[in-house]
């Protein structure tokens, strides 16, 4: 009797493929472009870095002051799209967004270098800066009030966590001949088609 086949896991795929690419792409493969939307169905796109990826989703941090945070806090509805172009494939991930534990995000923060901690509290990301100087003067500021001590994560900075519902992987083959592969995520398990390129 031959054994059972393997469960259909895009996640472990996922992420033996981000090991392949992580010293040939910008961030170690962890940029992606992240697709949000307000209330109103106005999209908006930036490329944030996809810190954490497991079995739950896929993790990135920011200012919950931010508009892309605004809108998710809002619409939880979003879409990730990573694009390797030194290994000819692209990943796209679609799935609702939820604030990762506190504990998480600390975590994470802690990891950041200090110039970057640093940054988080001095930025109101998104909001409109008069100019260059103000932030500087900010950033300034923060330096001199964590003077030789731990900085502590900021109660607005945190992360969000995509739990996907579909995951393509593609992959860029001569003639535009493409493979495009759609996992699906049902009640209990994954599902995969083919999709024509």
């Known amino acids: 009797m031959s054994p059972p ?37 106005r999209p908006s796109a930036r490329t944030v870095l996809v810190k954490h990826v497991d079995e739950r989703g896929f993790a990135f941090f920011t200012n919950f002051g931010s508009r892309k945070a605004r809108e998710l806090d809002a619409n939880p509805q979003a879409a990730l799209c990573f694009f390797w172009p030194s ?4 990943v796209a991930v679609e799935g609702r967004a939820t604030r990762v534990s506190a504990d998480e995000s600390d975590a994470y923060f802690a990891s950041r270098p200090r110039g970057s901690q640093l940054a988080a509290w ?9 100019s260059r100087e103000v932030l500087e003067s900010s950033f300034r500021a923060q330096e001199e009030r964590f003077r030789e001590q731990p900085v502590p994560r900021p109660p607005f900075w945190g992360g969000y966590r995509i739990a996907p519902q579909r995951i393509e992987f593609w992959r860029g083959i001569e003639n535009r001949m493409h493979e495009r ?9 994954w599902t995969q088609v083919l999709l024509y390129p």
């Open 5 to 41: 086949p393997d469960p259909i896991d895009p996640i472990r795929e996922f992420l033996e493929l981000r090991a392949l690419v992580a010293a040939q792409e910008f961030e170690g493969g962890t940029a992606a472009i992240l697709a949000t939307a307000d209330p109103a169905g």
């Open 87 to 90: 290994v000819h494939r692209q």
């Open 122 to 130: 001095a930025s109101r990301q998104s909001a409109a800066l008069t």
């Open 181 to 189: 592969r759609l996992y699906q995520r049902g009640a209990h398990d």
